[in-house]
């Protein structure tokens, strides 16, 4: 896949210690396709650290493989967890903005 392309894909539900497991596998998924990746997080739910912690290291996958990772419709929930975990910069710095 052209590395300039970008996938669109949506994170639905909470992405908590108890779904992370499964949320990784999907962007492994995502990930191995090749090209850019923008995920949507509008229809996410309920955030904790292990799923911040998740998309720091997609994020950083992506760097590391000279792609990029872009995070959309970024829902309040997880910009408080974000603040209570000290990443706010992180977030906003992977965030899409229009």
Same mark, same amino acid.
């Given at each position: ?23 990784? +596998?999907?962007? /492994?998924?995502? $990930? @191995? ?5 923008? =995920? %949507?997080?509008? *229809? ?20 590391? +493989?000279?792609? /990029?990772?872009? $995070? @959309? ?5 997880? =910009? %408080?967890?974000? *603040? ?15």
């Amino acid at each position: 896949m052209d590395s300039t392309k970008t996938k669109t894909v949506g994170l639905e539900g909470p992405a908590t210690i108890y779904e992370v497991a499964g949320l990784k +596998e999907a962007f /492994r998924e995502a $990930l @191995a396709e090749g090209g850019n990746l923008r =995920v %949507e997080l509008d *229809e996410s739910t309920k955030w904790d650290l292990a799923g911040l912690q998740l998309l720091v290291s997609c994020v950083k996958t992506a760097q590391a +493989e000279g792609r /990029r990772l872009t $995070l @959309a419709k970024v829902p309040r929930a997880c =910009v %408080e967890a974000a *603040e209570r975990a000290g990443l706010s910069a992180w977030l906003e710095s992977a965030t899409e903005h229009d």
